[in-house]
Protein backbone atom coordinates (compact mmCIF):
# COMPACT_ATOMS: atom_id res chain seq x y z
CA UNK A 1 0.00 0.00 0.00
CA UNK A 2 1.20 3.30 -0.91
CA UNK A 3 -1.55 5.59 -0.44
CA UNK A 4 -2.87 7.10 2.91
CA UNK A 5 -6.54 5.91 3.87
CA UNK A 6 -9.31 8.43 2.46
CA UNK A 7 -12.73 7.90 2.93
CA UNK A 8 -14.07 5.16 -0.18
CA UNK A 9 -16.70 5.82 -2.50
CA UNK A 10 -18.96 4.20 -3.82
CA UNK A 11 -19.30 4.99 -7.69
CA UNK A 12 -22.13 2.69 -8.51
CA UNK A 13 -24.53 4.93 -6.63
CA UNK A 14 -23.10 8.34 -7.09
CA UNK A 15 -21.69 8.21 -11.01
CA UNK A 16 -24.40 7.73 -13.43
CA UNK A 17 -25.39 9.79 -16.61
CA UNK A 18 -28.57 9.08 -18.20
CA UNK A 19 -29.62 7.50 -21.33
CA UNK A 20 -32.33 8.09 -23.72
CA UNK A 21 -34.84 5.38 -24.53
CA UNK A 22 -33.05 5.01 -28.04
CA UNK A 23 -30.24 3.31 -25.51
CA UNK A 24 -32.23 1.05 -23.42
CA UNK A 25 -34.22 -1.35 -26.40
CA UNK A 26 -33.65 -4.78 -25.16
CA UNK A 27 -31.83 -5.71 -28.64
CA UNK A 28 -28.04 -6.38 -29.73
CA UNK A 29 -25.30 -4.83 -27.69
CA UNK A 30 -27.46 -3.66 -25.06
CA UNK A 31 -28.08 -7.13 -24.12
CA UNK A 32 -24.08 -7.61 -22.92
CA UNK A 33 -23.81 -9.19 -19.83
CA UNK A 34 -21.17 -7.91 -17.36
CA UNK A 35 -17.83 -8.39 -17.93
CA UNK A 36 -17.04 -11.19 -15.18
CA UNK A 37 -19.70 -12.69 -17.06
CA UNK A 38 -18.41 -12.43 -20.43
CA UNK A 39 -15.16 -13.39 -19.42
CA UNK A 40 -15.97 -16.62 -17.57
CA UNK A 41 -17.31 -17.90 -20.48
CA UNK A 42 -14.44 -16.58 -23.29
CA UNK A 43 -12.54 -19.05 -24.66
CA UNK A 44 -9.11 -19.79 -23.32
CA UNK A 45 -6.36 -17.50 -24.17
CA UNK A 46 -2.67 -16.51 -22.99
CA UNK A 47 -0.65 -13.75 -21.33
CA UNK A 48 2.84 -13.37 -21.70
CA UNK A 49 4.85 -10.52 -19.75
CA UNK A 50 7.88 -10.04 -18.49
CA UNK A 51 7.75 -11.94 -15.69
CA UNK A 52 5.68 -14.48 -16.87
CA UNK A 53 7.59 -15.03 -20.14
CA UNK A 54 6.54 -18.34 -20.45
CA UNK A 55 2.74 -17.38 -20.73
CA UNK A 56 -0.13 -18.45 -18.40
CA UNK A 57 -3.54 -19.70 -19.86
CA UNK A 58 -6.43 -17.66 -18.96
CA UNK A 59 -7.31 -20.23 -16.64
CA UNK A 60 -4.20 -19.23 -14.42
CA UNK A 61 -4.98 -16.01 -14.61
CA UNK A 62 -8.51 -16.73 -13.74
CA UNK A 63 -7.01 -18.39 -10.59
CA UNK A 64 -5.08 -15.04 -9.88
CA UNK A 65 -8.04 -13.10 -10.08
CA UNK A 66 -10.65 -15.30 -7.82
CA UNK A 67 -7.60 -14.87 -4.97
CA UNK A 68 -7.69 -11.52 -5.34
CA UNK A 69 -10.81 -10.96 -5.29
CA UNK A 70 -11.67 -13.24 -2.03
CA UNK A 71 -8.90 -10.85 -0.83
CA UNK A 72 -10.21 -7.79 -1.24
CA UNK A 73 -13.57 -9.13 -0.61
CA UNK A 74 -11.93 -9.88 2.99
CA UNK A 75 -10.74 -6.17 3.25
CA UNK A 76 -14.41 -4.79 3.19
CA UNK A 77 -14.43 -3.83 -0.82
CA UNK A 78 -17.63 -4.56 -2.28
CA UNK A 79 -19.57 -3.37 -5.21
CA UNK A 80 -19.28 0.28 -6.76
CA UNK A 81 -15.96 0.87 -4.83
CA UNK A 82 -12.78 1.81 -6.35
CA UNK A 83 -9.82 -0.28 -6.31
CA UNK A 84 -6.99 1.41 -7.44
CA UNK A 85 -3.34 0.23 -8.62
CA UNK A 86 -0.18 1.87 -10.56
CA UNK A 87 1.96 -1.17 -12.21
CA UNK A 88 3.33 -1.26 -15.35
CA UNK A 89 1.84 -3.91 -18.08
CA UNK A 90 1.88 -6.93 -16.38
CA UNK A 91 -0.46 -9.79 -15.79
CA UNK A 92 -1.37 -9.06 -12.50
CA UNK A 93 -2.85 -6.20 -13.77
CA UNK A 94 -4.88 -8.38 -15.67
CA UNK A 95 -5.84 -10.37 -12.62
CA UNK A 96 -6.67 -7.02 -10.90
CA UNK A 97 -9.50 -5.76 -13.45
CA UNK A 98 -10.76 -9.65 -13.11
CA UNK A 99 -10.52 -9.40 -9.38
CA UNK A 100 -12.61 -6.57 -9.24
CA UNK A 101 -15.00 -7.28 -12.09
CA UNK A 102 -16.15 -10.15 -10.19
CA UNK A 103 -16.70 -8.17 -7.26
CA UNK A 104 -18.41 -5.51 -8.90
CA UNK A 105 -15.76 -2.87 -8.02
CA UNK A 106 -14.89 -0.42 -9.87
CA UNK A 107 -10.90 -0.89 -11.52
CA UNK A 108 -8.96 2.33 -11.39
CA UNK A 109 -5.50 1.57 -13.31
CA UNK A 110 -2.84 4.54 -13.03
CA UNK A 111 -0.34 5.36 -15.17
CA UNK A 112 2.71 3.56 -14.02
CA UNK A 113 4.62 6.30 -14.62
CA UNK A 114 2.24 8.66 -13.08
CA UNK A 115 4.29 11.20 -10.31
CA UNK A 116 3.07 10.64 -6.43
CA UNK A 117 1.28 14.03 -6.87
CA UNK A 118 -0.56 12.61 -9.90
CA UNK A 119 -1.43 9.29 -8.39
CA UNK A 120 -2.57 11.16 -5.08
CA UNK A 121 -4.83 13.26 -7.26
CA UNK A 122 -6.61 10.62 -8.96
CA UNK A 123 -7.01 8.65 -5.97
CA UNK A 124 -8.57 11.99 -4.31
CA UNK A 125 -10.89 12.57 -7.74
CA UNK A 126 -12.47 8.77 -7.37
CA UNK A 127 -11.95 8.11 -3.59
CA UNK A 128 -9.81 5.30 -3.03
CA UNK A 129 -9.00 4.95 0.23
CA UNK A 130 -5.35 2.69 -1.08
CA UNK A 131 -3.65 1.77 -4.23
CA UNK A 132 -1.38 -1.50 -4.96
CA UNK A 133 2.05 -0.88 -6.62
CA UNK A 134 3.69 -3.72 -6.25
CA UNK A 135 2.50 -7.50 -7.39
CA UNK A 136 4.88 -9.31 -4.88
CA UNK A 137 3.06 -7.37 -1.88
CA UNK A 138 -0.56 -8.53 -2.98
CA UNK A 139 0.66 -11.73 -3.16
CA UNK A 140 1.41 -12.09 0.64
CA UNK A 141 -1.44 -10.53 1.53
CA UNK A 142 -3.77 -13.02 -0.62
CA UNK A 143 -6.35 -14.99 1.41
CA UNK A 144 -9.04 -17.74 -0.22
CA UNK A 145 -12.46 -18.65 0.04
CA UNK A 146 -14.54 -20.26 -2.41
CA UNK A 147 -16.99 -17.20 -3.94
CA UNK A 148 -19.91 -18.30 -5.93
CA UNK A 149 -21.69 -15.32 -8.08
CA UNK A 150 -20.75 -11.81 -9.12
CA UNK A 151 -22.46 -8.79 -8.19
CA UNK A 152 -22.38 -6.51 -11.07
CA UNK A 153 -25.07 -5.39 -13.59
CA UNK A 154 -24.08 -4.26 -17.11
CA UNK A 155 -25.09 -0.68 -16.85
CA UNK A 156 -22.64 -0.29 -13.39
CA UNK A 157 -19.48 1.44 -13.75
CA UNK A 158 -16.56 -1.06 -14.53
CA UNK A 159 -13.69 1.03 -14.70
CA UNK A 160 -12.30 4.55 -14.63
CA UNK A 161 -9.56 5.66 -16.72
CA UNK A 162 -7.83 8.91 -16.73
CA UNK A 163 -7.21 10.74 -20.03
CA UNK A 164 -3.85 12.08 -20.99
CA UNK A 165 -4.86 15.19 -21.16
CA UNK A 166 -2.31 18.62 -21.81
CA UNK A 167 -3.61 21.06 -19.33
CA UNK A 168 -2.47 18.44 -15.87
CA UNK A 169 -5.57 18.21 -14.93
CA UNK A 170 -6.86 14.95 -16.88
CA UNK A 171 -10.50 13.75 -16.67
CA UNK A 172 -11.83 10.62 -14.86
CA UNK A 173 -13.77 8.57 -17.51
CA UNK A 174 -16.52 6.24 -16.15
CA UNK A 175 -17.11 3.35 -18.60
CA UNK A 176 -19.54 0.33 -17.76
CA UNK A 177 -19.43 -3.65 -18.25
CA UNK A 178 -22.16 -2.81 -21.14
CA UNK A 179 -19.81 0.11 -23.14
CA UNK A 180 -16.64 -2.38 -22.49
CA UNK A 181 -18.23 -5.62 -23.56
CA UNK A 182 -20.59 -4.05 -26.43
CA UNK A 183 -16.91 -2.30 -28.41
CA UNK A 184 -15.12 -5.49 -27.26
CA UNK A 185 -17.44 -7.63 -29.67
CA UNK A 186 -17.22 -5.76 -31.99
CA UNK A 187 -13.88 -5.01 -32.30
CA UNK A 188 -12.94 -8.54 -32.48
CA UNK A 189 -15.91 -8.85 -35.49
CA UNK A 190 -14.55 -5.53 -37.45
CA UNK A 191 -10.40 -6.58 -37.13
CA UNK A 192 -11.58 -10.07 -38.47
CA UNK A 193 -9.52 -11.78 -35.50
CA UNK A 194 -10.03 -15.51 -34.18
CA UNK A 195 -8.49 -17.75 -31.73
CA UNK A 196 -5.26 -18.34 -31.84
CA UNK A 197 -3.78 -15.55 -33.25
CA UNK A 198 -1.49 -12.55 -31.02
CA UNK A 199 -1.61 -9.30 -30.27
CA UNK A 200 1.82 -7.29 -28.62
CA UNK A 201 0.47 -4.28 -26.17
CA UNK A 202 3.03 -1.56 -26.10
CA UNK A 203 0.61 0.97 -24.43
CA UNK A 204 -0.19 1.15 -20.96
CA UNK A 205 -3.02 -1.13 -19.83
CA UNK A 206 -4.25 2.44 -17.81
CA UNK A 207 -5.76 3.83 -21.34
CA UNK A 208 -8.46 2.70 -22.93
CA UNK A 209 -6.58 1.45 -26.03
CA UNK A 210 -4.43 -0.98 -23.46
CA UNK A 211 -7.28 -2.21 -21.76
CA UNK A 212 -9.60 -3.50 -24.56
CA UNK A 213 -6.86 -4.26 -27.32
CA UNK A 214 -4.81 -5.93 -24.68
CA UNK A 215 -7.19 -7.00 -21.92
CA UNK A 216 -10.38 -7.54 -23.51
CA UNK A 217 -10.06 -7.91 -27.25
CA UNK A 218 -7.68 -11.10 -26.26
CA UNK A 219 -8.99 -12.94 -23.40
CA UNK A 220 -12.89 -12.92 -25.76
CA UNK A 221 -11.34 -13.82 -28.74
CA UNK A 222 -8.93 -16.25 -27.48
CA UNK A 223 -5.68 -14.60 -28.36
CA UNK A 224 -2.43 -14.79 -27.07
CA UNK A 225 -1.91 -11.05 -25.26
CA UNK A 226 1.89 -9.89 -25.08
CA UNK A 227 2.31 -7.29 -22.87
CA UNK A 228 5.46 -5.13 -22.74
CA UNK A 229 6.32 -3.30 -19.43
CA UNK A 230 8.65 -0.49 -21.16
CA UNK A 231 8.29 0.64 -24.77
CA UNK A 232 12.09 -0.88 -26.53
CA UNK A 233 11.69 -1.31 -30.55
CA UNK A 234 14.05 -4.24 -30.75
CA UNK A 235 12.75 -6.23 -27.61
CA UNK A 236 9.04 -5.52 -29.38
CA UNK A 237 10.29 -7.26 -32.71
CA UNK A 238 11.59 -10.20 -30.59
CA UNK A 239 8.27 -10.81 -29.11
CA UNK A 240 7.02 -9.97 -32.83
CA UNK A 241 8.61 -13.06 -34.02
CA UNK A 242 9.01 -15.25 -31.32
CA UNK A 243 5.20 -14.94 -30.46
CA UNK A 244 3.62 -14.70 -34.70
CA UNK A 245 2.35 -11.58 -33.72
CA UNK A 246 -0.80 -10.85 -36.26
CA UNK A 247 -2.27 -7.67 -34.56
CA UNK A 248 -1.37 -4.61 -33.11
CA UNK A 249 -2.75 -0.88 -32.33
CA UNK A 250 -1.03 2.48 -31.75
CA UNK A 251 -0.31 5.92 -32.46
CA UNK A 252 2.25 6.32 -35.42
CA UNK A 253 5.09 6.78 -33.16
CA UNK A 254 5.21 3.07 -32.20
CA UNK A 255 5.44 2.04 -35.86
CA UNK A 256 8.48 4.61 -36.43
CA UNK A 257 10.70 3.06 -33.65
CA UNK A 258 10.00 -0.38 -35.03
CA UNK A 259 10.94 0.76 -38.83
CA UNK A 260 14.15 2.76 -37.82
CA UNK A 261 14.80 -0.14 -34.99
CA UNK A 262 18.40 -1.52 -35.91
CA UNK A 263 16.86 -5.42 -35.49
CA UNK A 264 14.53 -4.45 -37.72
CA UNK A 265 13.91 -6.35 -41.25
CA UNK A 266 10.65 -7.85 -43.07
CA UNK A 267 11.35 -11.36 -41.82
CA UNK A 268 10.96 -10.14 -38.24
CA UNK A 269 7.38 -8.97 -38.73
CA UNK A 270 6.35 -11.15 -41.12
CA UNK A 271 3.57 -12.27 -38.76
CA UNK A 272 2.02 -9.14 -38.72
CA UNK A 273 -1.13 -9.14 -40.73
CA UNK A 274 -3.14 -6.06 -39.62
CA UNK A 275 -2.12 -2.68 -37.95
CA UNK A 276 -4.94 -0.46 -36.35
CA UNK A 277 -3.67 3.06 -35.65
CA UNK A 278 -5.13 6.78 -34.75
CA UNK A 279 -4.22 9.85 -33.58
CA UNK A 280 -1.77 12.76 -35.20
CA UNK A 281 0.17 11.75 -37.55
CA UNK A 282 -1.89 9.00 -39.40
CA UNK A 283 -2.06 10.28 -42.37
CA UNK A 284 -1.94 8.72 -46.38
CA UNK A 285 1.78 8.78 -46.74
CA UNK A 286 2.00 6.84 -43.30
CA UNK A 287 -0.47 4.17 -43.83
CA UNK A 288 1.34 3.44 -47.68
CA UNK A 289 4.55 3.85 -46.66
CA UNK A 290 4.20 1.16 -43.58
CA UNK A 291 2.18 -1.25 -45.29
CA UNK A 292 5.12 -1.13 -47.99
CA UNK A 293 7.86 -1.49 -45.11
CA UNK A 294 5.84 -4.05 -42.67
CA UNK A 295 4.16 -5.74 -45.76
CA UNK A 296 0.70 -5.51 -43.65
CA UNK A 297 -2.15 -4.01 -43.56
CA UNK A 298 -2.57 -0.54 -41.91
CA UNK A 299 -5.89 1.23 -41.57
CA UNK A 300 -6.85 4.40 -39.67
CA UNK A 301 -9.29 4.23 -36.71
CA UNK A 302 -10.96 6.92 -34.67
CA UNK A 303 -11.86 6.88 -31.32
CA UNK A 304 -10.88 8.73 -27.76
CA UNK A 305 -11.04 7.41 -24.08
CA UNK A 306 -14.72 8.64 -24.03
CA UNK A 307 -15.48 7.03 -27.02
CA UNK A 308 -13.34 4.07 -28.17
CA UNK A 309 -12.55 2.98 -31.97
CA UNK A 310 -15.91 4.65 -33.11
CA UNK A 311 -14.93 4.56 -36.98
CA UNK A 312 -12.85 1.90 -38.54
CA UNK A 313 -12.49 0.09 -41.67
CA UNK A 314 -13.85 -3.46 -41.54
CA UNK A 315 -12.31 -6.21 -42.35
CA UNK A 316 -13.52 -6.78 -45.58
CA UNK A 317 -12.54 -3.02 -46.52
CA UNK A 318 -10.29 -1.26 -49.04
CA UNK A 319 -6.83 -0.15 -49.23
CA UNK A 320 -8.42 3.90 -50.51
CA UNK A 321 -10.54 4.33 -47.38
CA UNK A 322 -7.68 2.93 -44.86
CA UNK A 323 -5.38 5.36 -45.72
CA UNK A 324 -7.36 8.41 -46.79
CA UNK A 325 -10.22 8.26 -44.10
CA UNK A 326 -10.66 7.79 -40.29
CA UNK A 327 -13.02 4.81 -41.48
CA UNK A 328 -17.18 4.69 -40.58
CA UNK A 329 -19.31 3.67 -37.54
CA UNK A 330 -20.60 0.51 -37.28
CA UNK A 331 -23.66 -1.64 -35.58
CA UNK A 332 -25.56 0.49 -33.12
CA UNK A 333 -22.75 3.53 -33.03
CA UNK A 334 -23.78 6.90 -34.53
CA UNK A 335 -22.12 9.83 -35.57
CA UNK A 336 -22.81 13.29 -37.01
CA UNK A 337 -20.86 16.20 -37.84
CA UNK A 338 -22.09 19.35 -35.64
CA UNK A 339 -23.18 23.02 -36.95
CA UNK A 340 -19.67 23.98 -35.82
CA UNK A 341 -18.15 21.02 -37.76
CA UNK A 342 -17.24 19.13 -34.59
CA UNK A 343 -17.97 15.28 -34.76
CA UNK A 344 -20.69 14.35 -32.18
CA UNK A 345 -21.44 10.67 -31.48
CA UNK A 346 -23.14 7.92 -29.66
CA UNK A 347 -23.58 4.77 -29.36
CA UNK A 348 -23.31 1.64 -26.50
CA UNK A 349 -19.38 2.23 -26.27
CA UNK A 350 -19.45 5.60 -25.62
CA UNK A 351 -19.12 6.46 -21.81
CA UNK A 352 -21.11 7.59 -19.30
CA UNK A 353 -19.78 10.43 -18.97
CA UNK A 354 -16.63 12.20 -16.20
CA UNK A 355 -16.01 11.78 -12.83
CA UNK A 356 -16.87 15.52 -12.11
CA UNK A 357 -20.82 16.14 -13.21
CA UNK A 358 -20.06 19.34 -14.64
CA UNK A 359 -17.21 18.45 -17.03
CA UNK A 360 -20.08 15.72 -17.96
CA UNK A 361 -22.49 17.91 -18.78
CA UNK A 362 -20.42 20.07 -20.81
CA UNK A 363 -19.47 17.55 -22.78
CA UNK A 364 -22.85 15.05 -22.72
CA UNK A 365 -25.42 16.02 -24.78
CA UNK A 366 -29.34 15.41 -24.56
CA UNK A 367 -30.18 11.15 -25.77
CA UNK A 368 -26.29 10.42 -24.65
CA UNK A 369 -24.78 11.96 -27.48
CA UNK A 370 -20.62 13.50 -27.00
CA UNK A 371 -19.12 16.36 -28.40
CA UNK A 372 -15.77 14.94 -28.81
CA UNK A 373 -14.17 18.18 -29.46
CA UNK A 374 -12.83 17.32 -32.92
CA UNK A 375 -13.84 18.77 -36.53
CA UNK A 376 -14.55 16.01 -39.08
CA UNK A 377 -15.88 15.93 -42.31
CA UNK A 378 -18.26 12.84 -43.30
CA UNK A 379 -18.69 12.05 -47.63
CA UNK A 380 -22.42 11.00 -48.52
CA UNK A 381 -21.12 7.01 -48.07
CA UNK A 382 -20.32 7.95 -44.38
CA UNK A 383 -16.55 7.69 -44.31
CA UNK A 384 -15.51 10.15 -41.50
CA UNK A 385 -11.84 12.28 -42.12
CA UNK A 386 -11.19 14.01 -38.98
CA UNK A 387 -9.66 17.52 -39.89
CA UNK A 388 -8.10 19.05 -36.31
CA UNK A 389 -9.34 19.79 -32.91
CA UNK A 390 -11.39 22.58 -32.33
CA UNK A 391 -8.85 23.77 -29.69
CA UNK A 392 -6.29 23.19 -31.65
CA UNK A 393 -6.47 26.19 -34.26
CA UNK A 394 -3.36 28.23 -35.39
CA UNK A 395 -5.39 32.20 -35.97
CA UNK A 396 -3.14 33.80 -38.50
CA UNK A 397 -4.42 37.41 -39.86
CA UNK A 398 -8.00 36.57 -38.85
CA UNK A 399 -7.85 33.01 -41.00
CA UNK A 400 -8.10 29.75 -38.84
CA UNK A 401 -5.72 27.06 -39.69
CA UNK A 402 -5.89 23.50 -38.58
CA UNK A 403 -2.51 22.31 -37.41
CA UNK A 404 -3.88 18.86 -38.05
CA UNK A 405 -4.17 20.08 -41.78
CA UNK A 406 -0.49 21.49 -42.04
CA UNK A 407 0.66 18.70 -40.37
CA UNK A 408 -0.61 16.68 -42.93
CA UNK A 409 1.34 18.07 -45.33
CA UNK A 410 4.17 18.33 -43.89
CA UNK A 411 4.37 14.64 -42.93
CA UNK A 412 3.46 14.04 -46.73
CA UNK A 413 6.97 14.72 -47.54
CA UNK A 414 9.31 12.36 -48.04
CA UNK A 415 11.70 14.05 -46.03
CA UNK A 416 9.26 14.12 -43.13
CA UNK A 417 8.84 11.61 -40.42
CA UNK A 418 6.72 13.48 -37.87
CA UNK A 419 5.40 16.73 -37.69
CA UNK A 420 3.85 19.29 -35.21
CA UNK A 421 2.56 22.18 -36.13
CA UNK A 422 2.21 25.11 -33.13
CA UNK A 423 1.29 29.03 -33.31
CA UNK A 424 3.73 31.37 -32.15
CA UNK A 425 2.21 35.14 -30.56
CA UNK A 426 2.89 37.43 -33.65
CA UNK A 427 1.74 41.63 -32.59
CA UNK A 428 1.36 41.81 -35.64
CA UNK A 429 -0.49 38.62 -37.45
CA UNK A 430 -1.93 37.48 -34.27
CA UNK A 431 0.08 34.13 -34.84
CA UNK A 432 2.68 32.63 -37.01
CA UNK A 433 2.46 29.14 -38.02
CA UNK A 434 5.18 27.20 -36.61
CA UNK A 435 6.38 23.07 -38.01
CA UNK A 436 8.28 21.46 -35.29
CA UNK A 437 10.16 18.70 -37.73
CA UNK A 438 11.53 15.20 -37.34
CA UNK A 439 13.44 13.91 -40.48
CA UNK A 440 16.05 14.96 -42.45
CA UNK A 441 18.43 17.87 -41.91
CA UNK A 442 17.37 18.96 -45.21
CA UNK A 443 14.15 19.93 -44.76
CA UNK A 444 14.57 23.69 -43.85
CA UNK A 445 12.11 26.53 -44.35
CA UNK A 446 12.96 26.82 -48.06
CA UNK A 447 12.48 23.19 -48.68
CA UNK A 448 9.01 23.88 -46.73
CA UNK A 449 7.94 26.66 -48.61
CA UNK A 450 8.73 25.17 -51.80
CA UNK A 451 6.22 21.56 -50.88
CA UNK A 452 3.52 23.92 -50.02
CA UNK A 453 3.27 25.44 -53.19
CA UNK A 454 3.49 22.41 -55.11
CA UNK A 455 0.63 20.53 -52.83
CA UNK A 456 -1.28 23.54 -53.69
CA UNK A 457 -1.95 24.76 -50.23
CA UNK A 458 -3.10 28.06 -49.68
CA UNK A 459 0.01 30.71 -48.65
CA UNK A 460 -1.39 31.37 -45.77
CA UNK A 461 -1.13 27.80 -44.36
CA UNK A 462 2.13 27.64 -45.15
CA UNK A 463 4.72 27.78 -42.13
CA UNK A 464 6.76 30.56 -41.19
CA UNK A 465 9.44 28.86 -39.37
CA UNK A 466 10.48 25.58 -39.32
CA UNK A 467 12.20 23.45 -36.25
CA UNK A 468 14.30 20.40 -36.78
CA UNK A 469 14.36 17.85 -33.80
CA UNK A 470 15.06 14.43 -33.00
CA UNK A 471 11.89 13.69 -31.45
CA UNK A 472 8.87 14.95 -30.11
CA UNK A 473 7.79 14.97 -26.68
CA UNK A 474 4.57 12.97 -26.51
CA UNK A 475 2.02 12.46 -23.99
CA UNK A 476 1.90 9.20 -22.61
CA UNK A 477 -0.90 7.65 -24.86
CA UNK A 478 1.44 8.51 -27.47
CA UNK A 479 -0.07 11.58 -28.71
CA UNK A 480 2.03 14.83 -29.33
CA UNK A 481 2.61 16.94 -26.21
CA UNK A 482 1.80 20.27 -27.17
CA UNK A 483 2.14 22.20 -24.07
CA UNK A 484 5.72 21.08 -23.92
CA UNK A 485 6.48 21.59 -27.31
CA UNK A 486 5.52 25.07 -26.81
CA UNK A 487 7.43 25.32 -24.16
CA UNK A 488 10.57 24.11 -26.06
CA UNK A 489 9.94 26.50 -28.97
CA UNK A 490 8.57 29.20 -28.71
CA UNK A 491 10.47 32.04 -26.39
CA UNK A 492 9.96 33.00 -22.88
Not at 42 to 61: K, M, N, Q, R, Y
Not at 384 to 407: C, Q, Y
Request: proline share 7%.
Amino acid sequence: MSSPPRPRTNLSATLRHPRGAHYRRAEGPWQIPDLATVLRHAPISHWVDDTFDHGLTSIEVAGMGARLASSLRAEGVGKGDPVAWQLPNLVWSVALFRACWQIGAVAVPIHHKATTAERDERLAAVGADRCFDAPPDLVRRLTYSPMHGHHARPSDPAVVLFTAGSSGHPKGVIHTHRSLGAKTFQMIALHGLYPGQSVLMPAPLAHVSGLLNGVLVPAVGGMTSVLQQAWDPDVALTQIARHRVNFMVGPPTFFHALAEARTFSPLAVSSLALVSSGGAGVTPSFVHEMSERFGARFKRSYGSTEAPTVTTTPTQGDAWHDAYTDGRPHGDTELRIGTDGEVVVRGPEVSTGYLDPAQTAEAFGRGGWFHTGDLGIVDSDGWLTITGRKKDLIIRSGENISAAMVEGVLEAHPWVQQAAVIGEPDHRLGERVVAVIVGDTRFDLAECRRWFESQGAARFTTPERVELRRSLPLLAAGKVDKETLRRLVLPA
